[in-house]
């Protein structure tokens, strides 16, 4: 059985951990991202957490570090371009940094991408060759498997999904453009919508449908896009999935074309371990 | 030099000719579709038009046949699964009925993609391993080519990207959803806006504009979710790209995230060859 690290680099938690080839996750530590201090306080955290980690497993024969981070970010080059939950993080050589520092051989991609890289070998993925990944948290981030390959694109920068408009004169998102899936489906744009109203429980349900159409509206998109076999949602919104799977279904029958309405749209199943086996994936598969 | 047949079916025309392996077209003959008459009738006519063209270059060697038809299309099983400008073709099992009359290797695949794929080897694609390709006439089509590939999908479904919705309260598309591409920036929606308000040249340029951002605003979108090295149009649109690139790329500057605005937007350069040339590359590529 091969053995690498991994490691989960979140604007809130920093989570590093020892997978195998297999998807089992042997040992891991976490704490809190040091996400205002710059990319060496980060790195340092990385250190201790593998010291940490490596002890539990003293003298195991590590194939890499596959390391999964906030983008937009270049796999290819191996550079962080920008970090919007990572204060200075801005045109960071990540990869180069991280091989420097523990002399293993180190790949790195973005958050979207590897959770999709980890549901697709050890998840809600199994089994199909053509898979979309929506990951829906603060904002909307994904990954697409086509032909049993990650969709990277250009400089490696492909499935910014989030930042589909499916609004011509919608809300502005962090990113500056108006009306992206991102500012109109995200955990954070459910959130604005939530505390803007300052409801009841009924109007709470009316909330979670608003989201649900929305994500439906984008799901649609890609299905038309891509033709996936298959759509799976994961991020915090897959908590509640079962709250959402009725009207995001409904919207997409009612918008997807009949050859697309059939696609299964699932929720994912590695949960908060999704980042941890992708970036091992990274290394591994 | 290897040659195959090319056929080009659309729903105004059908075009069938004699192509090799380095894009030439050898000859070439078309006549109107007898587009109300249903698959026996079209066969027939492309029959007759085998024959002319066959005609030019007796006893010639052919690899096969590659037929460009409308779609949705599933290129796997061969099938016309509906053809909007096409009466009665659902469900039509074009490849093995092409097949079956030519004793040919038949390959099919939707305009989209034969467009796609003919920018790709003989036009403004080459040299480029990742490409988009946007047909806009009547309706929107697409292609997309990723590492040199044709995106294909479930049952060959992919790149349906004019009924990707930009707008959630847009019009409604003949597709059936609301606020597709395909419903705002069309030749078919420009000239509908155009008729609506029998305009005079000073506002035929404000058309022109509003056509041009809703371009943009989908390009950018594509831009985010393929990250191509290139974003190429076709159709009846790029005969008027000089009067548009100017706002498209204005839109697409104002609404990409920085590391996608440098990607070059260019017309087609295959013009009304490129379904034939594309079709020819379904056999010899």
């Known amino acids: 059985m091969k053995h690498a690290l991994a490691i989960d680099l979140g604007g809130t938690e920093l989570r590093v951990g020892l997978v195998d080839e ?3 996750i042997l040992s891991q530590c976490s704490t809190k991202t040091a996400a205002n201090d710059g990319p060496a306080a980060v790195l340092d955290q990385m250190k201790n957490l593998i010291d940490q980690v490596l002890d539990t497993r003293r003298g195991i024969e590590l194939e890499g570090i ?3 981070s906030p983008g937009p970010l270049d796999p290819f080059e191996g550079v962080v371009i920008r970090a919007p939950t990572l204060r200075h993080w801005i045109n960071v050589p990540l990869r180069d940094m991280v091989s420097k520092m523990t002399g293993l051989r180190t790949v790195i991609n973005n958050d979207g991408n590897v959770g999709a890289l980890g549901e697709f070998h050890f998840g809600a993925g199994q089994g199909y060759q053509d898979i979309v990944y929506v990951s829906v948290g603060t904002g909307i981030g994904g990954g697409v498997i086509i032909d049993g390959r990650l969709l990277l694109g250009r ?3 492909a499935a910014e999904i989030g930042h589909m408009s499916i609004s011509d004169v919608g809300p502005v998102c962090n990113c500056g453009n108006q009306g992206c899936w991102e500012a109109l489906a995200s955990g954070g744009a459910l959130a604005l919508r ?3 109203h300052a409801l009841g429980i009924r109007d709470q349900t009316k909330l979670l449908e608003e989201e649900a159409r929305y994500l439906g509206i984008g799901i649609t998109n890609l299905l038309h896009i891509f033709s996936p076999e298959c759509v799976i949602l994961g991020g915090g919104v897959a908590q509640i999935f ?3 799977v009725g009207t995001i279904t409904e919207t997409v029958q009612k918008r997807a074309m009949p050859p697309f309405r059939d696609v299964p749209i699932v929720a994912a199943t590695l949960g908060s371990n999704a980042g ?9 598969r």
């Open 194 to 196: 939530r505390e803007r």
């Open 155 to 157: 400089k490696g920068l």
């Open 276 to 284: 941890l086996v992708g970036a091992g994936c990274l290394i591994l």
């Open 242 to 244: 079962d709250q959402l």
């Open 22 to 24: 297999e998807g089992g």
């Open 66 to 68: 596959g390391v999964g």
